[in-house]
């Protein structure tokens, strides 16, 4: 049985949200391991800029 959705029908509406639900519940994870390597990069590059600014102020001492 084929079911044809007609833009702004309830079925339209409940199968758009179903799919984006499926879509949101594959995207967490993959967003989620995103975030933390990209909070761990954030730390390690002002890690960085830190000891650059030490050894800077050390070099003009």
Known sequence: MALCLVAGSAEATTAFSSSTALVNAEKAPKQSQ??????STTT???A??????ALES???A
């Open 58 to 60: 050390y070099r003009t």
């Open 48 to 53: 960085v800029g830190t000891v650059k600014a």
């Open 34 to 39: 995103i975030t933390k390597l990209q909070t």
């Open 44 to 46: 390690q590059l002002s």
